[in-house]
């Protein structure tokens, strides 16, 4: 069991906007603004598409965006295109030098 | 351009050590201001962290695993390694290194992974 809970799935038409959220405790999302997104094609190591909560490296589309409010964040994929299609994972720094990861969702663009 | 390659056996027998290696090229694992670090993933499943560790090789662990778990650092080869002992079918997974950035928490260079099998 993964220690941030994430939707297994989400779906969205292509141009439409879906937000995945990860929950987690005042341990790790709430109590630290170290959460960051990864995007994961099949068989292709993750991407980090957010970190620090909203911050997008450098190559990122500006599509996609982050927050948190309390205890869980969200990714939203905005105008979602068919290559937006992959799992989302999230994670977040925990208390005492622990790095903590959702179990991931299956974004669908249908 | 940096890059990060696993390598080690792809299949282990249960209750022996589990030995991987991350070599990096095209820069200096010497550098004062990247971490290097683990993350597997079951067949089908989540990600889940094993550690970091800098060029000194201070570090940190994830602490449901830190019995089991050594990660240690080659700065004369730019190489790093895990080493996971006792293991069980629970860690057949595909094994990534990564790099972060000293004072982050999150990882942006990935190798393409190795899958690590454990069976008899």
């Known amino acids: 069991q993964s220690a941030l809970t994430q939707p297994p799935s989400a779906s969205g038409s292509p141009g439409q906007s879906v937000t995945i959220s990860c929950t987690g405790t005042?341990?790790?999302?709430?109590?630290?603004?170290?959460v960051s997104w990864y995007q994961q094609h099949p068989g292709k190591a993750p991407k980090l598409m957010i970190y620090?909560?909203?911050k997008r490296p450098s190559g990122v589309p500006d599509r996609f965006s982050g927050s948190k409010s309390g205890n869980t964040a969200s990714l939203t994929v905005s105008g979602l295109k068919a290559e937006d299609e992959a799992d989302y994972y999230c994670?977040?720094?925990?208390?005492?030098?622990?790095?903590?990861f959702g179990g991931g969702t299956k974004l669908t663009v249908l | 351009q940096l890059q990060l390659q696993e390598s080690g056996p792809g299949l282990v027998k249960p209750s022996d050590t589990l030995s991987l290696t991350c070599t990096v090229s095209?820069?200096?694992?010497?550098?004062?201001?990247?971490?290097w670090g683990w993350v597997r993933q079951p067949p089908g499943k989540g990600l889940e962290w094993f550690g970091s560790?800098?060029?000194?090789?201070?570090?940190y662990y994830n602490p449901s695993l830190k019995g089991r778990l050594t990660i240690s650092i080659d700065t004369s080869n730019n190489q790093f390694s895990l080493k996971l002992s006792s293991v069980t079918a629970a860690d057949t997974a595909l094994y990534f290194c990564?790099?972060?950035?000293?004072?982050?928490?999150?990882?942006?260079?990935w190798g393409r992974g190795t899958l690590v099998t454990v069976s008899s």
């Open positions: 620090e909560v909203s």
């Open positions: 560790i800098f060029y000194s090789g201070s570090g």
């Open positions: 990564a790099r972060k950035y000293w004072g982050s928490w999150n990882f942006d260079l």
């Open positions: 095209g820069g200096s694992i010497r550098s004062s201001v990247y971490y």
């Open positions: 994670s977040s720094y925990a208390d005492s030098n622990n790095l903590v």
């Open positions: 005042s341990s790790d999302v709430g109590g630290y603004n170290y």
